[in-house]
């Protein structure tokens, strides 16, 4: 596990307004050089918008659970105000959902999942439990950009460029 302190002392802070940060393929190339095949194994199979999992495994076996009852929340407040009642939150605050357009309320999101995760992060420094963590927020951050006008519009673009291709594909 000498290893692994090494690997996570390398690895460089994530701040929730990062700017620059690595991408996912990189963190995992330079993962794959340091940990075990069976802790490789693990942290590729772990997607942030996957609600289900193989076999979860600490810590991310508790981001699974507080994903299900931030999930299972939002599904219940979507359905009262579909149906004209006020609904009283349990486990999550109101105005997170409650203010905003739905990008912001979509960026306080993230920003709560965000905190979440640093709440698990005492206690593991360089652990399996550790990268599972950084590899989540990694993640988010990459999901945030995406909400950002110029990556959204490239990303926009693509596909529209991506359809455009196909359909002159399947009319030629």
Known sequence: MDKYIYFAAEMPMLKLDSEQFSSTEDFLEEARKWMT????????????????????????????????????ELSNYRRAAKEGYEYKFIHIPPQLVKDGTPL???????????????????????????????????????????????????????????????TEELLS
């Open 37 to 72: 095949l069976a802790d490789y194994s693990l942290l590729t199979d772990i997607v942030l918008d996957r609600y289900e999992a193989k076999k979860p495994y600490g810590i991310y076996s508790g981001f699974l659970e507080f994903e299900y009852v931030l999930r299972q």
């Open 104 to 166: 912001d309320v979509e960026i306080q999101l993230m920003k709560y999942r965000w905190d979440w995760l640093d709440d698990q992060e005492f206690g593991h420094y360089s652990d399996v439990n550790f990268f599972v963590l950084y590899y989540l927020k990694l993640q988010i951050l990459h999901r945030i950009t995406i909400f950002k006008q110029e990556a959204g519009q490239e990303a926009f673009q693509a596909l529209v460029t991506q359809n455009i291709e196909k």
